[in-house]
């Protein structure tokens, strides 16, 4: 079984410029997560998609970043304009259940 | 909201001797607990997970337990190797609504040969 997709792995950009990662999650899988993963944390939630809706976007910074999933597959996040603190790995996961299985990630540095 | 507390944030053990990660939550809706092992620079992956009407899960060296009276669940590695050396995140969450997991800010495990 494939899992889940992502890319790019990695992008380093300055600070006020854009950025946009593309997930593709498990087939089958109706939910789709973006989680942010600061350098020694546990990921945080950014937005969650059940099929192409939007179930929780409570922590999603939401003057910079954007999230959508429009046929209800593929899913992109997008920073504009990028902070500095922003640099984190980005885990796109989905889910069909409980359980969450994550993709590698996209390695965003903000200089 | 959720929130998740995780303690220690590292922890070095000698090889073959037992870990314990220890974690405590807030919402008492929530009703699945995972645990994630992350190597560095790799993905979160799930290794073990209990629901909330089990008190206890074993697999192989690797055994979850929970107490929804306090709100605290354990992770709990014997004999442990090497190859056990990386991040352990615990999580909580689907509660009412399906509520999304929180993570915990995970636990550096490094075993000592």
């Known amino acids: 079984e494939a899992g889940v997709a992502q890319s790019p792995r990695y992008k380093i950009i300055e600070k006020r410029q854009s950025v946009a990662f593309w997930c593709n999650p498990i087939s089958g899988h109706a939910t789709l997560y973006w989680y942010q993963q600061i350098l020694g944390q546990g990921p945080k939630l950014l937005i969650q998609?059940?099929?192409?809706?939007?179930?929780?976007d409570s922590q999603l910074p939401k003057d910079r970043f954007s999230a959508e999933r429009l046929k209800g597959v593929d899913s992109t996040l997008k920073i504009q304009p990028a902070k500095l603190e922003d640099s984190a790995v980005y885990l796109c996961a989905s889910s069909t259940g409980n359980t969450i299985y994550f993709g590698e990630g996209s390695w965003l540095t903000v200089v | 909201g959720e929130n998740v507390e995780q303690h220690p944030s590292t922890l070095s053990v000698q090889e073959g001797d037992s870990a314990v990660i220890k974690c405590t939550y807030s919402d008492s809706a929530s009703n699945y607990f995972p645990w994630y092992k992350q190597e560095l620079g790799k993905r979160p992956q799930l290794i073990i997970d209990?629901?909330?009407?089990?008190g206890e899960k074993k697999d192989q060296r690797i055994a979850v337990t929970l107490n929804k009276t306090a709100k605290h669940f354990s992770l709990h590695i014997t004999e442990t190797q090497p190859e056990d050396s990386a991040v352990y995140f615990c999580a909580a969450g689907g509660g009412s609504g399906n509520t999304p997991l929180v993570f915990g800010k995970g636990t550096r495990l490094s075993v000592i040969a």
């Open positions: 209990i629901r909330s009407n089990v």
């Open positions: 998609f059940q099929n192409n809706g939007v179930v929780d």
